[in-house]
């Protein structure tokens, strides 16, 4: 039976067995033997939908929620942690620089016809073009947050200092003095300079975020202008890289890679790259390249400074090399308060050039750096950044203060006076300010006012790294990689061009009040050659007297006059004969 029931079940289904019944082939006792179910196994459909609800049930209860509100929770806090300590183990190994920072860029189509912009292959001759999307923005720590709350609030309601300062009449000539001198300039304590800073960062007008591009293999598509480390824009590029939107992508040096400093040309040690990816408020920066100056060091610097605000100075490998000769500091890093940043692999020959990288490229180099101070190196700083920062910043609601030249105002006049003075080829300036004048260059005039001048003296810049001082400083660099070295004739071409789309300008004040913070020395063969010869004057001594000798004293012997006779004779001194009165001569007789 037992066979037979196994043979129905396993033979037909439950319709074939009732047929049968029906036809008297089976026994309806001997259709089915019941099976003992499995401990294991739950008992049907109705043993399930008995679990389902009690778990139900079970997950309903406040407590058991909240159980599992904490589970999560402590889950996602565990993911963070690890996910924290893998970042922290990255810094710590001994992982290149590519794979410590990621590469935030993202590929553009190409902007040469016929060409792919992105290329698997690293060792092809076509150019990858990928556009870099650094961070710009600078934002306050909670620390300084408050303690900028407080004091920002407490110093708007006083009175500034100077509003009754009168700028003094210049002083009388001095002959003994030809040139310029500096001009008095009214500044606040530091204490309050440090509390007039602004709360938040200036709005950028119309342009909001700026990307630069990044060339593998930089293409040149024409026969002038540009380099391998500020790329090759075309004159197209150049034009609509002046039309101001809301997001751009312009060439802004480093163009073959997105983290300027890093196999880029301009290379910095990857340990000084982190120390420059830090976030400053305040910096002050110079450089010296080619062993051109001496380093200066900066005095009156406040404790609030000295505490807050770090000094960076560039040097290339020839002035790193004479400073060990020298022996100008024993830490290598840091002489005075300069903190010593060397750079290899400098892009060009001509070390003044190399020197325009960090004074227009500093938003590139210090990314998370909201204000910058930047001083050739021939300068010395003997005022606190703070104080200066509130008198040429702060205080006119300005992004970009530069002074103005002592003497020129007019371009064509600056051309002039560098063709005169051999600072750069004479044929190169001519045809610069040839391109410029096609462009609409004119001679400065009152016309331009406000405008107060078409030169500057561009030692000192003082800036807010916002998105339209960035852009500016990006476009006066790739003017000076097209054309010349000197920035001082591109200048004025680059602001009214931005200045024409957006309400934006720049703070040009007096040149005597930027002799005020900074005091001028000369350069270091000039310095050199005077040492040199106020050495020789020192050590200079008077020849000995001759020896001593036997003073012979010689009897004094009247000379006579010689006999003459004949021709040779002369007649002498007449004596007058003296007459003897008639009266006299009758008493002796």
């Given at each position: 039976?037992?066979?037979?029931?196994?043979?129905?079940?396993?033979?037909?289904?439950?319709?074939?067995?009732?047929?049968?019944?029906?036809?008297?082939?089976?026994?309806?006792?001997?259709?089915?033997?019941?099976?003992?179910?499995?401990?294991?196994?739950?008992?049907?459909?109705?043993?399930?939908?008995?679990?389902?609800?009690?778990?139900f049930r079970f997950l309903s209860r406040k407590k058991v929620g909240m159980l599992i509100l904490v589970v999560f929770a402590l889950l996602a806090f565990m993911t963070g942690f690890f996910t924290v300590n893998k970042e922290v183990d990255l810094n710590s190994s001994g992982l290149g620089f590519d794979a410590r920072y990621p590469n935030k860029s993202y590929g553009v189509p190409s902007l040469f016809p016929g060409e792919e912009s992105m290329q698997s292959n690293s060792n092809s001759m076509n150019n990858k073009i990928i556009v870099c999307d650094e961070n710009t923005s600078w934002a306050p720590s909670p620390f300084d947050a408050s303690a900028t709350v407080n004091t920002s609030s407490a110093a708007s309601f006083l009175p500034h200092p100077c509003r009754d300062f009168a700028f003094p009449p210049p002083p009388p000539g001095d002959r003994r003095r030809i040139g310029p001198r500096p001009c008095p300039v009214c500044y606040v304590p530091v204490e309050q300079a440090?509390?007039?800073?602004?709360?938040?960062?200036?709005?950028?007008?119309?342009?909001?975020?700026?990307?630069?591009?990044?060339?593998?293999?930089?293409?040149?598509?024409?026969?002038?202008?540009?380099?391998?480390?500020?790329?090759?824009?075309?004159?197209?590029?150049?034009?609509?890289?002046?039309?101001?939107?809301?997001?751009?992508?312009?060439?802004?040096?480093?163009?073959?890679?997105?983290?300027?400093?890093?196999?880029?040309?301009?290379?910095?040690?990857?340990?000084?790259?982190?120390?420059?990816?830090?976030?400053?408020?305040?910096?002050?920066?110079?450089?010296?390249?080619?062993?051109?100056?001496?380093?200066?060091?900066?005095?009156?610097?406040?404790?609030?400074?000295?505490?807050?605000?770090?000094?960076?100075?560039?040097?290339?490998?020839?002035?790193?090399?004479?400073?060990?000769?020298?022996?100008?500091?024993?830490?290598?890093?840091?002489?005075?308060?300069?903190?010593?940043?060397?750079?290899?692999?400098?892009?060009?020959?001509?070390?003044?050039?190399?020197?325009?990288?960090?004074?227009?490229?500093?938003?590139?180099?210090?990314?998370?750096?909201?204000?910058?101070?930047?001083?050739?190196?021939?300068?010395?700083?003997?005022?606190?950044?703070?104080?200066?920062?509130?008198?040429?910043?702060?205080?006119?609601?300005?992004?970009?203060?530069?002074?103005?030249?002592?003497?020129?105002?007019?371009?064509?006049?600056?051309?002039?006076?560098?063709?005169?003075?051999?600072?750069?080829?004479?044929?190169?300036?001519?045809?610069?300010?040839?391109?410029?004048?096609?462009?609409?260059?004119?001679?400065?005039?009152?016309?331009?006012?406000?405008?107060?001048?078409?030169?500057?003296?561009?030692?000192?810049?003082?800036?807010?790294?916002?998105?339209?001082?960035?852009?500016?400083?990006?476009?006066?660099?790739?003017?000076?990689?097209?054309?010349?070295?000197?920035?001082?004739?591109?200048?004025?071409?680059?602001?009214?061009?931005?200045?024409?789309?957006?309400?934006?300008?720049?703070?040009?004040?007096?040149?005597?009040?930027?002799?005020?913070?900074?005091?001028?020395?000369?350069?270091?063969?000039?310095?050199?050659?005077?040492?040199?010869?106020?050495?020789?004057?020192?050590?200079?001594?008077?020849?000995?007297?001759?020896?001593?000798?036997?003073?012979?004293?010689?009897?004094?012997?009247?000379?006579?006059?010689?006999?003459?006779?004949?021709?040779?004779?002369?007649?002498?001194?007449?004596?007058?004969?003296?007459?003897?009165?008639?009266?006299?001569?009758?008493?002796?007789?």
């Amino acid at each position: 039976m037992t066979g037979v029931s196994l043979g129905l079940r396993t033979s037909g289904s439950y319709g074939s067995l009732q047929q049968q019944i029906q036809n008297g082939g089976l026994q309806p006792q001997n259709l089915y033997i019941p099976r003992r179910p499995s401990k294991t196994s739950l008992n049907g459909s109705k043993e399930k939908e008995r679990f389902f609800t009690k778990i139900f049930r079970f997950l309903s209860r406040k407590k058991v929620g909240m159980l599992i509100l904490v589970v999560f929770a402590l889950l996602a806090f565990m993911t963070g942690f690890f996910t924290v300590n893998k970042e922290v183990d990255l810094n710590s190994s001994g992982l290149g620089f590519d794979a410590r920072y990621p590469n935030k860029s993202y590929g553009v189509p190409s902007l040469f016809p016929g060409e792919e912009s992105m290329q698997s292959n690293s060792n092809s001759m076509n150019n990858k073009i990928i556009v870099c999307d650094e961070n710009t923005s600078w934002a306050p720590s909670p620390f300084d947050a408050s303690a900028t709350v407080n004091t920002s609030s407490a110093a708007s309601f006083l009175p500034h200092p100077c509003r009754d300062f009168a700028f003094p009449p210049p002083p009388p000539g001095d002959r003994r003095r030809i040139g310029p001198r500096p001009c008095p300039v009214c500044y606040v304590p530091v204490e309050q300079a440090v509390a007039r800073k602004p709360r938040f960062s200036s709005a950028s007008p119309v342009l909001r975020h700026l990307t630069y591009f990044s060339e593998e293999n930089p293409l040149k598509s024409e026969p002038h202008g540009g380099s391998e480390f500020g790329g090759y824009p075309s004159l197209k590029e150049r034009n609509d890289s002046f039309n101001i939107k809301e997001s751009m992508s312009v060439h802004c040096g480093f163009v073959k890679g997105c983290r300027p400093g890093y196999q880029t040309g301009f290379d910095i040690d990857v340990a000084d790259l982190r120390v420059l990816a830090q976030s400053y408020e305040v910096i002050v920066a110079s450089a010296i390249f080619g062993n051109y100056d001496v380093i200066q060091q900066p005095r009156n610097i406040g404790e609030t400074a000295r505490n807050n605000v770090p000094f960076f100075m560039f040097i290339d490998e020839e002035t790193e090399a004479y400073m060990k000769n020298t022996s100008l500091s024993e830490n290598e890093k840091q002489v005075g308060l300069w903190r010593i940043i060397v750079v290899r692999n400098v892009p060009y020959a001509d070390a003044r050039r190399n020197g325009k990288v960090p004074k227009l490229l500093l938003h590139r180099l210090f990314p998370n750096t909201r204000y910058s101070i930047w001083i050739d190196g021939k300068l010395q700083l003997v005022v606190d950044p703070y104080q200066i920062l509130e008198r040429f910043l702060w205080r006119q609601n300005a992004t970009f203060a530069i002074s103005r030249h002592y003497t020129r105002f007019d371009v064509f006049e600056e051309a002039e006076a560098n063709k005169a003075a051999g600072k750069y080829d004479n044929v190169s300036i001519d045809h610069q300010i040839e391109f410029y004048k096609q462009e609409g260059l004119t001679p400065y005039t009152a016309a331009k006012l406000p405008i107060t001048s078409d030169v500057p003296e561009g030692c000192v810049i003082i800036r807010e790294h916002i998105a339209i001082t960035n852009l500016f400083s990006c476009l006066w660099f790739n003017e000076v990689d097209r054309f010349t070295a000197r920035d001082q004739l591109s200048f004025s071409t680059v602001r009214d061009k931005i200045v024409s789309q957006v309400n934006w300008s720049i703070n040009m004040f007096l040149d005597c009040e930027r002799r005020n913070f900074v005091i001028q020395a000369y350069h270091r063969d000039l310095l050199e050659r005077r040492a040199h010869m106020a050495a020789v004057v020192r050590h200079y001594s008077p020849p000995p007297p001759p020896p001593a000798a036997t003073i012979v004293v010689e009897k004094f012997v009247p000379k006579t006059r010689p006999i003459r006779h004949g021709r040779d004779k002369r007649p002498g001194p007449r004596r007058r004969r003296k007459v003897v009165p008639k009266h006299r001569e009758n008493s002796f007789i």
